[in-house]
């Protein structure tokens, strides 16, 4: 379905659980996903769990992804921003993290969606941290998921890794699509929990069937760099927070978790072996979020008699 928010058009899916009659306090799970990623990349083993659980999932695709609102700004130059990164000088894009913060919020108003829990996987990590920061009424807990605060100082990505997410297919063709990013996502994804190469190159390729547009992780991957630290953000979180990071995460390093957790007062934090950039480890995910949700979904009802 659509909805229009911070003035733009989005496109979002909501899976209600079986059985249970839905009202506005019917609790709900937001699933925002990282760069350049659809909503169809939450695997539906995680969202048929939330919703076993009794939990209403609500999944959307970011701006300038899937089949939400693609903007009409000039294409960025990655290397110029990446330079004046290194030497901190200040770095212009068309929009930041803290818009996307505005869209997801517009997302909650026009689904007449007063509260909910917020869960975001790499740069949905940073969107659900500025989320659970300036909009901390809305928010219900944060699951922050092998993201970062930005903050300078914190280990980046492994040339390798580096270089992977850089790389290009040889064309647009479909299947030199997925033979690319099947590279890719080997390359940053968990070794302890490698997920079938059969299984990878269906989800590219439903991916790529449902929509293609690499103009926007290059938008995406600006408007990251555009925001920079945004450790102060993170530390005003007061929202019940649990983060997980992947031990042998190549793209966003350990200490990026550990930073963000430490930045969060109260916060819950657990580390995956064998966990890279990806959710290959599942089960382990899952069997740390339910229990998370569930506390604090009881604490919410508690406190509302």
């Given at each position: 379905m659509k909805v229009?928010?911070?003035?733009?058009?989005?496109?979002?899916?909501?899976?209600?659980?079986?059985?249970?009659?839905?009202?506005?306090d019917t609790p709900t799970v937001l699933l925002i996903m990282g760069l350049g990623m659809q909503l169809v990349a939450w695997p539906l083993a995680f969202v048929n769990a939330l919703n076993r659980a009794g939990y209403r999932v609500v999944r959307l695709d970011n701006r300038?992804?899937?089949?939400?609102?693609?903007?009409?700004?000039?294409?960025?130059?990655?290397?110029?921003?990446?330079?004046?990164?290194?030497?901190?000088?200040p770095i212009n894009a068309a929009y930041r993290l803290r818009d996307m913060v505005e869209d997801t919020r517009g997302v909650l108003d026009a689904l007449n969606i007063a509260r909910c829990h917020v869960i975001g996987v790499s740069m949905g990590g940073m969107i659900a941290q500025g989320l659970a920061s300036h909009h901390p009424g809305r928010v219900v807990s944060l699951t922050?998921?092998?993201?970062?605060?930005g903050a300078r100082g914190l280990p980046q990505a492994t040339p390798k890794?580096?270089?992977?997410?850089?790389?290009?297919?040889?064309?647009?063709?479909?299947?030199?699509?997925?033979?690319?990013?099947?590279?890719?996502l080997g390359i940053i994804g968990s070794p302890k929990f490698p997920m079938p190469e059969a299984e990878v190159r269906q989800r590219i390729g439903a991916a790529f069937d449902r929509?293609?547009?690499?103009?926007?992780?290059?938008?995406?991957?600006?408007?990251?760099?555009?925001?920079?630290?945004?450790?102060?953000?993170?530390?005003?979180?007061?929202?019940?927070?649990l983060v997980i990071h992947g031990r042998d995460d190549p793209l966003v390093p350990l200490k990026?978790?550990?930073?963000?957790?430490?930045?969060?007062?109260?916060?819950?934090?657990?580390?995956?072996?064998?966990?890279?950039?990806?959710?290959?480890?599942?089960?382990?995910?899952?069997?740390?979020?339910l229990p998370f949700l569930q506390q604090h979904t009881a604490a919410k009802t508690s406190s509302a008699l």
């Open positions: 229009t928010a911070n003035g733009h058009e989005f496109e979002v899916e909501i899976n209600d659980p079986a059985g249970i009659e839905i009202t506005p300038d992804i899937g089949l939400s609102h693609k903007t009409s700004v000039p294409m960025p130059n990655l290397m110029w921003m990446a330079l004046k990164y290194r030497v901190r000088l922050s998921i092998m993201s970062t605060t890794a580096a270089m992977a997410l850089l790389s290009r297919p040889k064309s647009r063709k479909r299947d030199d699509i997925i033979n690319h990013f099947t590279r890719v929509s293609f547009y690499p103009a926007g992780t290059i938008k995406q991957m600006a408007a990251i760099m555009a925001s920079g630290d945004r450790s102060d953000e993170v530390r005003r979180i007061t929202v019940p927070t990026n978790g550990e930073d963000t957790a430490k930045k969060i007062a109260g916060s819950e934090y657990t580390v995956i072996d064998g966990m890279g950039h990806d959710l290959g480890a599942l089960a382990a995910v899952t069997a740390r979020v």
